[in-house]
């Protein structure tokens, strides 16, 4: 049913153009005397309804489509997007009682343009009575134009308009009643969509994440344990970056060509880790065996030696830690359990990256808490810098507005969903705030420009602190950090660091600064 929208959108401009084509080249007198000189006028008509019509589809369409296939649905009329019966339920479902209405007002629309298009010498239009608006659009493609311009059609032979006058005023009357009332219908609609009532399952929230956030919790939590301990005795200190991704679903939007990149997968996480000799981030990706037994038997049984500190610690190993392995595999869809089997357990992460033969390399977590790699990875190109900035460190280039504003909401987004993904996982059991918060990747096009849409979260596994091993670790959510996102967030709107707000009012009867001064601030 969706597509007759587009049909009708593709043949109104249609119509448009053959009738100018037809002005051009009309005999003066014939123009006086049968249009009365309101040839021009009913032209204008023609492209003030189709206007209307195109924001009336888009209307239609921004609940159920991405901006981008809104465009592209928009600018091509014969997109493949308009048949799609996905659409058309999701449609259905957006609409509620309007949707029937709706279709048969662009239905009758699309009987006014077939009755008009009937009167014109142009391709198809012998066969439009019978065949429908199709026999034309299909056969009198538009040529390429600038974005945002009407697409025009050309004419090799001269038209014919055979309509009378009082006839195509008396369509355009019944385009104009079409449009409005497809207006009011839709209005109702989003009226009724905004204002949502207990227990109506058409009116959820749209937006949710990819996975329960018990399952990305104990995957994220699974990659911090694997890197647990494994690293080579040279170093007191080691470096990571984990990905800070939405991993959010926005479910009334949906990219229809293929899956979101950007959205983010509850079994993946991207971390860069650190090579101390060459002073540069390997990028790689952690892909876990999320198998409901394994995730239920971590919550159940977590390692003891999970830290709680304010810095990742380096212990010795112990019987209850994530043995970690290493194979060359090219692992395309899931884990090849058979195929990892045979790899050989190796203690240093740091002499396996050493050897890694990719650019983009994976490890993979299995059902029994082994990581296992590396493979190549097979992923969208990202550039990494030479070294990384900080949040704290790029708030002077926010004061510059050097960035683009839907990025800046992004990473906005992406630091709020980040704490209810992590917020009870080792990762935020240490700093949380501007100054770990990292942006290592640079744009593609011209590698200089810092890319804020992708923020790490910087980890630092040191050999100084001992952790106690008398209690489990139990997660537990941390209200310092809610506390330290509002600073960030702060921040960012202020593009001033938290001390830089602080007056003297905030700050305790001491005069120090600690969390109290802060939630002061921010209060403030």
């Not at 153009?17 to 009309?26: I, K, M, P, Q």
């Not at 112990?318 to 058979?338: C, M, Q, W, Y």
């Amino acid at each position: 049913m969706a597509e007759i929208a587009g049909l009708v959108l593709a043949a109104v401009p249609l119509v448009i153009s053959a009738l100018e084509h037809y002005e051009d080249t009309v005999e003066p007198a014939k123009a006086f005397f049968q249009w009365k000189g309101q040839l021009s006028q009913m032209i204008r008509k023609f492209y003030m309804e189709h206007t209307l019509f195109e924001m009336n589809l888009e209307l239609l369409l921004r609940r159920t489509v991405t901006n981008d296939d809104l465009l592209e649905m928009v600018a091509d009329p014969q997109d493949e997007l308009w048949k799609s019966k996905e659409l058309v339920a999701d449609l259905k479902r957006d609409l509620g009682k309007a949707y029937n209405p709706s279709m048969d007002t662009v239905t009758e629309m699309a009987s006014i343009m077939v009755a008009i298009a009937a009167n014109l010498n142009i391709k198809g239009s012998d066969k439009v009575t019978n065949e429908g608006l199709e026999a034309v659009v299909y056969a009198n493609k538009p040529r390429p134009g600038p974005a945002g311009r009407r697409r025009r059609s050309e004419f090799k032979e001269r038209i014919a308009f055979i309509m009378k006058r009082r006839a195509v005023n008396k369509k355009l009357e019944q385009l104009k009643g079409c449009n409005e009332r497809l207006a009011v219908f839709l209005e109702k609609a989003e009226k009724i969509h905004s204002s949502p009532h207990d227990g109506d399952e058409s009116l959820k929230a749209r937006i949710q994440f990819v996975a329960p956030l018990t399952s990305i919790r104990a995957n994220a939590s699974r990659v911090h344990e694997g890197l647990h301990r494994r690293w080579c005795a040279d170093h007191d200190c080691h470096r990571v970056g984990l990905l800070l991704e939405q991993r959010l679903i926005r479910r009334k939007k949906k990219n229809r060509r293929g899956t979101l990149s950007e959205m983010g997968k509850r079994d993946r996480f991207g971390v860069s880790l650190w090579r101390v000799t060459v002073m540069a981030w390997l990028d790689t990706e952690f892909h876990v065996d999320d198998h409901a037994l394994a995730v239920s038997r971590y919550w159940a049984h977590p390692p003891q030696n999970s830290p709680r500190h304010t810095e990742t610690d380096v212990v010795p190993s112990s019987h209850n830690t994530p043995k970690v392995k290493f194979s060359v595999a090219d692992i395309r869809h899931g884990l090849d359990e058979a195929l990892m089997s045979n790899a050989s357990e190796i203690q240093d992460i740091c002499l396996a990256m050493e050897e890694a033969l990719h650019p983009h390399v994976g490890f993979a977590i299995d059902s029994a808490n082994i990581m296992r790699g590396m493979y190549h990875v097979k992923s969208q190109e990202c550039h990494l810098i030479d070294s990384h900035m900080t949040l704290s460190e790029y708030l002077p280039t926010m004061k510059r507005k050097e960035y683009v504003l839907a990025d800046f909401y992004c990473l906005a987004i992406t630091l709020a969903s980040s704490l209810l993904q992590l917020g009870e996982t080792p990762w935020l059991h240490q700093a949380w705030n501007g100054e770990n918060i990292a942006f290592i990747r640079s744009h593609q096009e011209d590698n200089l420009t810092i890319d804020i849409k992708h923020p790490y979260l910087t980890c630092l596994y040191t050999t100084e602190t001992s952790v106690s091993t008398t209690a489990p670790y139990e997660p537990s959510p941390d209200r310092k950090n809610m506390l330290a996102l509002a600073v960030m967030l702060l921040e960012m709107n202020s593009v001033k660091p938290i001390k830089d707000l602080k007056q003297p009012e905030d700050l305790s009867p001491s005069g120090e600064v600690n969390v109290g001064t802060d939630l002061s601030t921010a209060r403030r």
